[in-house]
């Protein structure tokens, strides 16, 4: 059974401003859920508790509740009751962050696999996304990257070698990509465009996904002054990871 203190603390933060009554239920059991009031697998309140308590109809309550566990704050079990999620980890959209530190910021490890480093020639795509000659030598690398043992992300990423000339002679198991670029060539700008795809079969394999399970794809272009840096394609599995941003205006 639902503690009867915690129906009562819902009905303390429901906020006050002109919003939807059910919009106001979802800010207020989200505020629960990330100031901690309401942790991860805690059974929350059940509907006819929450009708009780805010003196708002079943109808508005099912809605916030169904709204919230199409975004992954709850977790709703036939017959048994509803729960609070265990949140995805997040990357920040706005921001080109070394993924090492995501990780460890949560309290986890970080570890990776290196699956190939070499120079090779450029396609006409990757000569492209890197404003050098099709055919010209690039570095490139594909990695994955773990969180306490989980795939979390595929980086797949080629680089300027003019940018970077000893990208290859990096050990790729002790430091992320981000580290060795940000040293040699400081970022000064950066582009993002998402999507969500299908992994083919080799990707799949790399992050242990099931068949049909979905991936986002971040591709990620960064420049030192006017130069093209890296071109990176950083697919993460959508059961495992969410994308994030926030703005001010």
């Not at 002790?174 to 998402?194: D, F, K, M, N, W």
């Not at 790399?206 to 399970?213: K, S, V, Y």
């Amino acid at each position: 059974m639902a503690e009867p203190q915690f129906a009562a603390q819902l009905s303390a933060v429901m906020s006050d401003t002109p919003a939807p009554i059910y919009q106001r239920v979802k800010q207020a059991i989200v505020r629960q859920i990330r100031t901690g009031a309401w942790a991860p697998h805690q059974r929350i309140p059940s509907e006819s508790e929450m009708v009780a308590e805010l003196g708002v109809s079943r109808m508005t309550i099912n809605r916030a509740l169904r709204e919230l566990t199409s975004e992954g704050y709850l977790l709703r079990m036939q017959g048994v009751g509803t729960f609070v999620a265990e949140m995805k980890p997040q990357t920040e959209m706005l921001e080109v962050r070394n993924i090492a530190d995501e990780i460890a910021a949560r309290g986890h490890r970080h570890s990776s696999r290196l699956v190939s480093l070499q120079a090779r020639p450029a396609t006409a795509d990757e000569a492209q996304a890197l404003g050098i000659p099709p055919g010209q030598r690039l570095f490139h690398s594909l990695i994955v990257h773990y969180e306490n043992d989980v795939a979390v992300q595929l980086e797949d990423r080629c680089v300027n070698p003019i940018a970077a000339p000893d990208y290859l002679q990096q050990d790729f198991t002790r430091i992320t990509p981000y580290i060795y670029l940000t040293q040699v060539a400081p970022l000064t700008a950066g582009e993002h465009r998402v999507e969500a795809v299908a992994p083919n079969a080799a990707q799949r394999s790399l992050l242990d996904l099931t068949d049909n399970e979905p991936c986002l794809l971040i591709h990620r272009r960064t420049w030192s002054g006017r130069q093209v840096v890296t071109s990176a394609h950083l697919l993460y599995p959508g059961s495992r990871y969410q994308l994030f941003g926030s703005f001010t205006v």
